[in-house]
């Protein structure tokens, strides 16, 4: 059956610590976001996904009160802060002919597998299941727009 993960929900303590370090830094790095999830006991990528929600969130608040003052200086800060998030990113994922054949005819049988089928398939190649939510993802995308190029049959 599809499901989806559980909503991660953080403690008071789990959130001051998250939110003290998205006012120090919105788009942390990769070392960050796994110290961070080290602190507050849970996975990288579920920190990686709660930064990616507040920017959402802080982005969306922003544009309902724009202040044009600030607008240069935060535009600098932001390009100083994407620089320092790219020279600390994850490193790309690398899969061998194996995972990828797995992984490939998984796609096959259902472009969107639920948290159990994503989990077997996390344990059966030996990758997070993190990683194979995010393949799905990008190989969906992927198909989406080899689709969107493909000539339209027209009857």
Do not use: C
């Amino acid at each position: 059956m599809n499901q989806r993960r559980n909503r991660t929900r953080f403690t008071e303590d789990q959130l001051k610590i998250l939110i003290k370090a998205f006012d120090q830094n919105p788009y942390p790095g990769y070392a960050t976001k796994q110290r961070l999830a080290l602190e507050v006991n849970t996975d990288e990528s579920r920190v990686q996904i709660w930064f990616q929600n507040r920017r959402a969130r802080h982005q969306s608040q922003k544009k309902s009160e724009p202040d044009e003052d600030l607008e240069s200086s935060q535009d600098q800060d932001h390009a100083e802060e994407e620089i320092q998030s790219r020279e600390d990113r994850r490193r790309r994922s690398s899969y061998t002919p194996s995972q990828l054949h797995t992984l490939i005819q998984a796609f096959t049988n259902n472009p969107y597998p639920g948290i159990d089928t994503r989990e077997q398939l996390a344990k059966e190649i030996g990758i997070p299941e993190s990683r194979v939510q995010i393949w799905f993802q990008n190989r969906r995308s992927r198909f989406h727009v080899q689709r969107k190029r493909e000539p339209h049959d027209q009857d």
